[in-house]
């Protein structure tokens, strides 16, 4: 099982969509927790801490659940420039970064 | 805000070349950099853990012998491919971590021939 399982995608949806991206881990001990977006053939960048009491962060918006080990990420009036893949990633108690496989977001017109 | 160059962006070479990359932090120390690889639509792999004036460490399955990691300063960490062959061809990032976030640098794109 991989350590940080992501939804498949791609995910297409129009301008002004909400979407939602979901992911999960296995090991119980991760300390924190991040939404990372990378742009094609470009390095990731941090888009958000996530913490157990949820953040907000203009149409952003992370959630951690660690009883069901789940976190989420809800973009609310997608932009075009939103399209990128974004990565959900554990650091674990070993203070490595663990990443997911990510979720290609495509924003149409 | 902090930041992490890599050289070069873009690499071509022939099989069996070795091939140096180079990671710097600009305007912090780091005494733990990480070299990750990433393959097409696969996620970022770490490859090694690189301390300042210590041994690399490196994660299961990767060969300390090809994959040669020195850092050598506070601020600068290189990765060397020796004996490349077209099975390494990836995208190779280093990151470098300022208190308790870890920035990445813009990554090295390697073509084996």
């Known amino acids: 099982r991989k350590e940080v399982e992501q939804d498949p995608g791609p995910f297409n949806v129009p301008e002004g969509a909400t979407v939602a991206f979901n992911c999960t881990y296995s090991?119980?001990?991760?300390?924190?927790f991040f939404w990372y977006r990378q742009d094609c053939r470009k390095e990731p960048k941090l888009l958000m801490s996530?913490?157990?009491s949820g953040n907000e962060d203009g149409r952003f918006t992370a959630q951690l659940n660690r009883a069901s080990q789940y976190i989420s990420l809800l973009i609310r009036d997608s932009k075009l420039s939103d399209s990128a893949t974004y990565l959900c990633v554990v650091r674990n108690q070993g203070g490595k970064l663990i990443f997911g496989q990510g979720t290609e977001l495509s924003v149409k017109p | 805000g902090a930041v992490v160059s890599q050289h070069p962006s873009r690499v071509i070479c022939k099989s069996g070349t070795s091939v140096k990359i180079e990671c710097r932090s600009l305007?912090?120390?780091?005494?733990?950099m990480f070299w990750y690889r990433q393959f097409p639509k696969k996620s970022l792999m770490l490859m090694a853990t690189s301390n300042e004036g210590s041994k690399a460490t490196y994660e299961q399955g990767v060969e300390k012998d090809k994959f040669l990691i020195n850092h050598a300063s506070l601020t600068l960490s290189t990765l060397t491919v020796t004996s490349a062959h077209p099975e390494d061809s990836s995208f190779y990032i280093c990151?470098?971590?300022?208190?308790?976030?870890?920035?990445f640098g813009p990554g090295t794109r390697l073509t084996v021939l």
């Open positions: 090991n119980s001990a991760s300390q924190s």
């Open positions: 305007d912090f120390q780091a005494t733990t």
């Open positions: 996530v913490y157990s």
């Open positions: 990151s470098a971590r300022d208190s308790d976030t870890q920035y």
